[in-house]
């Protein structure tokens, strides 16, 4: 696919938007419509306005019991007319439950589709940036199948073991080769993904991981690990611990040799107070950070700026385990301003407007209104029809016919200990004006989840934080006046159903910070990737409330403090 005709079938797509969902319904009813989950809505008959009328909007516990008979070995056709081919594991949950999803190629080819033309914007906006490399944090997990013998894994490593990654991401477009990709240990590939990023630093034009979480934990990976790849650089050969042989064997190649210069400029850079702008120090050629900035993510926007001296950080798409949703067409935009184009050709997209006074009516992705707050459903031709995403979105414009989106949240409220409900952009806002209150006093939230604390009377919002000193090595000594000065800034920020139950009803407490030690958002990855989690696809809770998680935050903890004044209506 060259770069031309790939930003001409954006413009093509996206100028016949109305006419590209007509034809994409059109085909996937004409391909489903005798399936066994169709078949009592329609009748065999592939007509859209049919579809409209009877096909029930649904979430994932309804369509839940479908997609389990495939996945147990029942014929493809309980929900697609197409054979299933494998399931995507996401990283969302319901009853406690991991969602699966089933897919067949035709996914891979959208994959491939929508990297080609973020990669093909991207190069439109920044010059030459397909004349040197992207250090990437991708890696695999382990594979595993259904009872009928089908292949489950999240969307990253299904893409990378299927024939679609060898035949389109070319190898040298990565600094590592595949065998580092390919590795299920996370621990071997992020380090051999960093010694091979060091020796070709030269090369590097940019940093990409799915989600930004992913590069704030390569650099803290690098943080623990510089001396050790300073060392292989400095003797050319790589530690023991290094046991996976397709990265020990390639990742020498690469390592070519003994090189005590780049061993002493790289330890220079490493052994400095500060880690300000450690990317750009590293990395001299590097042009901007790709990965995911926007929505849970937007936590890191400041830590990586911190890091990489306010490079370009590019959120390109958006884009789950039910479908590849758009792409965003302006790089170059600062993260906190991203929205993403929808891209007509990759499902049947319908919008529930969750403004007041919404009638039940249902939109047409071409009909959104500006400005207005939507839910998106999802109709892929993979066995999801009319399916509830639990993504809010905000239309922010249009790019030719197509609209384009905002991530607001996740529909679910993450904390409540009453009758007030906080939201994930709620939370997002009160941290954010607390982060302020840190980063006057030199310090940096590395991670965070919060937890609503009912056992005490009256319940109250508790959050663990896990903080560093952006100079001194990260060292910091905590101050307790700042430290509830944060507690106080969040709860004013908080929403106005809060502020009023807190200051007037009393049936809020006093929000409580507990600082954590590092390391702690780590152990609670290694906990979730034990219970199954993806590695590449996983994010830290916003909320937590199992017991198991909880006994590893409070062995972590180091220290309380509480807001000391009701907030102001
Ligand atoms: P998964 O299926 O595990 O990949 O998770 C998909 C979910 O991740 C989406 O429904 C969103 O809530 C979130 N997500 C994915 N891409 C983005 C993005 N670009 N911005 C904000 N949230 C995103």
Redesign the pocket.
């Known amino acids: 696919m060259s770069l031309s005709s790939v930003l001409k079938d954006l413009e093509e797509l996206t100028s016949n938007a109305k006419q590209t969902q007509d034809d994409l319904l059109d085909e996937i009813l004409r391909v489903n419509a005798n399936t066994k989950y169709l078949l009592p809505f329609l009748h065999g008959n592939p007509d859209k306005e049919l579809f409209k009328k009877n096909v029930p909007i649904v979430t994932y516990e309804d369509a839940r019991p479908y997609i389990e008979r495939v996945a147990d070995g029942e014929p493809s056709d309980v929900i697609s007319g197409e054979p299933i081919t494998s399931f995507?594991l996401?990283?969302?949950t319901t009853g406690g439950k991991q969602k699966i999803f089933p897919v067949n190629n035709k996914f891979f080819e959208k994959i491939v589709f929508i990297d080609a033309l973020r990669t093909s914007i991207i190069s439109k906006h920044i010059n030459c940036v397909e004349q040197g490399k992207a250090m990437s944090f991708l890696n695999t997990r382990p594979l595993s199948t259904t009872s009928s013998g089908l292949l489950v894994a999240?969307?990253m490593t299904s893409f990378i073991v299927s024939s679609y990654f060898k035949k389109y991401w070319s190898s040298t477009r990565f600094t590592s080769p595949d065998e580092v990709i390919l590795c299920v240990d996370n621990k071997q590939s992020m380090y051999c993904h960093l010694l091979c990023g060091l020796v070709r630093r030269e090369e590097v034009v940019s940093l990409v991981a799915t989600f930004a979480s992913g590069v704030v934990q390569a650099i803290t990976f690098l943080e623990s690990n510089w001396k050790e790849l300073c060392n292989n650089i400095r003797s050319g050969y790589i530690s023991e611990w290094i046991t996976d042989l397709g990265c020990k064997d390639s990742v020498s190649i690469i390592l070519g040799g003994p090189n005590p210069h780049l061993a002493d400029l790289i330890e220079q850079e490493c052994s400095q107070k500060s880690w300000e702008g450690i990317i750009t120090r590293l990395w001299p050629n590097i042009k901007f950070i790709q990965s995911?900035l926007?929505?849970?993510?937007s936590q890191y926007i400041p830590i990586l700026e911190f890091y990489s001296n306010k490079l370009p950080l590019i959120?390109p798409?958006?884009?789950?385990?039910?479908t590849l949703f758009g792409v965003n067409v302006n790089p170059l935009c600062k993260p906190q301003d991203v929205s993403?184009t929808f891209m007509p050709n990759m499902s049947y997209f319908e919008f529930i407007p969750v403004d007041e006074g919404n009638n039940g009516e249902i939109i047409d992705l071409v009909n959104v209104k500006l400005g207005c707050f939507y839910e998106t459903l999802v109709t892929n031709g993979f066995g999801l029809y009319r399916y509830r995403?639990?993504?809010i979105l905000q239309v922010t414009g249009f790019y030719n016919s197509a609209p384009q989106f905002r991530?607001v949240r996740?529909k679910n409220i993450v904390l409540s200990v009453h009758v007030e409900a906080t939201t994930e952009e709620d939370l997002f806002k009160a941290l954010k004006h607390a982060t302020l209150v840190l980063e006057s006093s030199g310090l940096m939230l590395m991670g965070f989840t919060s937890y609503s604390d009912i056992s005490t009377d009256p319940g109250h919002y508790v959050l663990y934080w896990e903080l560093k000193a952006k100079h001194c090595n990260g060292i910091f000594k905590l101050d307790n006046e700042v430290m509830v000065e944060c507690c106080c800034v969040m709860e004013e920020s908080l929403n106005s159903l809060y502020r009023e139950i807190r200051s007037k009803d009393g049936s809020i407490g006093a929000l409580e910070v507990r600082v954590v030690q590092q390391g702690t958002f780590d152990s609670l990855m290694e906990y979730f990737i034990s219970k199954g989690a993806?590695t590449t696809?996983y994010?830290t809770p916003l909320s937590v409330n199992s017991p198991q998680v909880l006994a590893i935050l409070e062995d972590r903890v180091l220290a309380r403090f509480f807001s000391d004044k009701s907030s102001p209506l």
């Open positions: 995507f996401s990283s969302g999240p969307l995911t926007t929505g849970q993510m959120s798409s958006y884009s789950s385990s039910e993403y995403m639990g993504d991530f996740r993806s696809q994010k």
